[in-house]
């Protein structure tokens, strides 16, 4: 038995010693690969990557409080003016009409104040666009169902330079409230912004000009990451702020007030508020 075990393993060593390419030294020879003439197909039954890329993004769409109205916000690169378009789409939530388009033509951000409010934010402004929603027009199928009947209004603006984005508004009012009823909400609007160590929204601007100015180009890292995307990390961290927003009626049927005081969330903590990826409106760190 043990000889015919041993029989055995010597036949396959063998056989093993004789399959081994190469065994020579030599060489294996490479085979060049025939040159093909690559070209995107941009026929008419073909969905092209430039098709995809100029399609509509739509956001994540958001309703007011009374929950009759939605507002969702859409993105689209154009590939003449190689720039990217961003309309917000108002819509009744119970409907499939049309909804009514309000293009944004300096960008920015929206989120509802009220429920026939909304707050748009452009730079470090935010403006108030108020709404009037007629439910007979809606209900008779008309594309009028939603219009503005008094020109937008600032309601105030964030430190020049401070970059607010992220927007989470807390305490929105509702139109359709019981009679008389009292508003013990609080309003406090939540966002985010990259600021410096200090934690301070005012000095960025000055900090952001420093750092410009600062002489050189070279970057020394003692910890990762060091790099997100398209841009090094620097001393800017993205950290949140709370601040009030305040409601007074008026025979303009009320008005919306940003407060000065800025509540710094996260201070005496070495927590950051991270954000998505690049893409679409949301916003990165």
Request: glycine residues 6%.
């Amino acid at each position: 038995m043990l000889s015919l075990l041993l029989n055995v393993l010597l036949a396959s060593n063998a056989q093993a010693t004789i399959q081994m390419p190469l065994s020579d030294g030599a060489k294996p020879a490479i085979q060049q690969a025939a040159s093909v003439q690559f070209e995107l197909n941009s026929s008419g039954d073909v969905f092209s990557p430039k098709e995809m890329l100029s399609m509509p993004r739509p956001g994540s769409g958001v309703a007011n409080p009374d929950g009759d109205l939605v507002i969702v916000p859409v993105s689209q690169y154009s590939f003449e003016t190689k720039k990217t378009n961003k309309t917000i789409y108002i819509s009744p939530l119970d409907s499939s009409v049309n909804p009514i388009e309000f293009p944004v033509v300096n960008g920015g951000e929206a989120f509802w104040l009220d429920s026939r409010t909304l707050a748009h934010v452009v730079n470090e402004n935010i403006f108030a666009v108020t709404l009037d929603y007629n439910a007979t027009a809606f209900a008779a199928g008309s594309s009028s169902f939603v219009r503005v009947p008094r020109a937008p209004y600032l309601v105030g603006s964030f430190p020049i330079g401070s970059g607010p984005t992220n927007f989470k508004f807390t305490g929105s009012k509702k139109v359709h409230a019981i009679p008389n009823q009292k508003d013990n909400l609080q309003h406090i609007l939540v966002f985010s912004a990259n600021v410096y160590p200090d934690y301070d929204l005012n000095t960025v601007k000055e900090q952001d000009k420093k750092w410009e100015n600062r002489g050189n180009s070279a970057l020394v890292y003692d910890e990762l990451f060091v790099r997100r995307w398209d841009e090094y990390a620097t001393d800017k961290k993205t950290r949140l702020f709370s601040v009030e927003l305040n409601w007074k009626d008026d025979s303009l049927g009320g008005t919306w007030t940003l407060g000065t005081d800025y509540f710094k969330v996260l201070e005496h903590t070495e927590h950051v508020y991270l954000v998505p990826l690049k893409g679409g409106l949301v916003p990165r760190e």
